[in-house]
T-cell receptor, first 115, second 114 residues
Framework: TQLLEQSPQFLSIQEGENLTVYCNSSSVFSSLQWYRQEPGEGPVLLVTVVTGGEVKKLKRLTFQFGDARKDSSLHITAAQPGDTGLYLCAGALEAGGTSYGKLTFGQGTILTVHP | DTEVTQTPKHLVMGMTNKKSLKCEQHMGHRAMYWYKQKAKKPPELMFVYSYEKLSINESVPSRFSPECPNSSLLNLHLHALQPEDSALYLC?????????????FGPGTRLTVT
C-alpha cells in the first residue's frame, strides 16, 4: 500500500504551459517536503509546508498543503525546459511520533518540458 | 551552506571487491542518512544515524555496512555486492533526525556492480 499517492507519474508539456502535481494520502502528515531531482544528481529541497492550508510560492512554483494535512499540490506556471526533472513529495507521518528520520516518499512525477 | 558532499561520483566494482562510499556535511547536522535509488523511482531509506548512533537499519543486507566516525562524516562499506545493488546511493543530513526535519541530499554516488 502506497501511503503517499503522487500523480501524474509522467508529464510531457510544451514550454509556457501550466501544470499541477498532486500528492494525496489518507494519513495525516506533520510536514511535507517537495524536491526536484535532475538525472544523475541528488534531490534538491524546494519547500517544506507544515501548516494546514499553507500556501508557499517560489518564483513560478506554488505549493499548497491541504487543510487536513493529508494532501499537497505543486503548481508550475509557464513551465520552462529548466523545470524538467523528477519531482518528489515526501512527508513526515504524524502517527510516526518521534520516529527518527523516516520520510514517506511519493512515487515521483517525471516532468519533461519541451522548448 | 546546505551542501552535502559525496565521493566518489561514480564507482564500478566487481562482486568480490571491497569499496567504500563517503559523505560529508558541515551544516552542524546531527543526523545522517543513506538511501538507495533506482532509476526514476523515489529514494529508499537504508540507514539513519542520529548523534553518531545507528537509529534505523531498514533490514539492509550485511554486505552493506555503515559507519559514522563523527557527526560530519558517514561511510558506507561495500563487500560482495550483487549486480542488483547497482543504483544511485544518496547521502542526506538533517538537524537532529526527527522525521519532520528537512533533509538535504548530496549529489549521490552512481554504483555499478559487474
Amino acid at each position: 500500500t502506497q501511503l503517499l499517492e503522487q500523480s501524474p507519474q509522467f508529464l510531457s508539456i510544451q514550454e509556457g504551459e501550466n501544470l499541477t502535481v498532486y500528492c494525496n494520502s489518507s494519513s495525516v502528515f506533520s510536514s511535507l517536503q517537495w524536491y526536484r531531482q535532475e538525472p544523475g544528481e541528488g534531490p534538491v529541497l524546494l519547500v517544506t509546508v507544515v501548516t494546514g492550508g499553507e500556501v508557499k510560492k517560489l518564483k513560478r512554483l506554488t505549493f499548497q498543503f491541504g487543510d487536513a494535512r493529508k494532501d499537497s499540490s505543486l503548481h508550475i506556471t509557464a513551465a520552462q525546459p529548466g523545470d524538467t526533472g523528477l519531482y518528489l513529495c515526501a512527508g513526515a507521518l504524524e502517527a510516526g511520533g518521534t520516529s527518527y528520520g523516516k520520510l514517506t516518499f511519493g512515487q515521483g512525477t517525471i516532468l519533461t518540458v519541451h522548448p | 551552506d546546505t551542501e552535502v558532499t559525496q565521493t566518489p561520483k561514480h564507482l564500478v566494482m566487481g562482486m568480490t571487491n571491497k569499496k567504500s562510499l563517503k559523505c560529508e556535511q558541515h551544516m552542524g547536522h546531527r543526523a545522517m542518512y543513506w538511501y538507495k535509488q533506482k532509476a526514476k523511482k523515489p529514494p529508499e531509506l537504508m540507514f539513519v544515524y542520529s548523534y553518531e548512533k545507528l537509529s534505523i537499519n531498514e533490514s539492509v543486507p550485511s554486505r552493506f555496512s555503515p559507519e559514522c566516525p563523527n557527526s560530519s562524516l558517514l561511510n558506507l562499506h561495500l563487500h560482495a555486492l550483487q549486480p542488483e545493488d547497482s543504483a544511485l546511493y544518496l547521502c542526506a543530513s538533517s538537524l537532529e533526525g526527527f522525521s519532520v526535519d528537512e533533509q538535504y541530499f548530496g549529489p549521490g554516488t552512481r554504483l555499478t556492480v559487474t
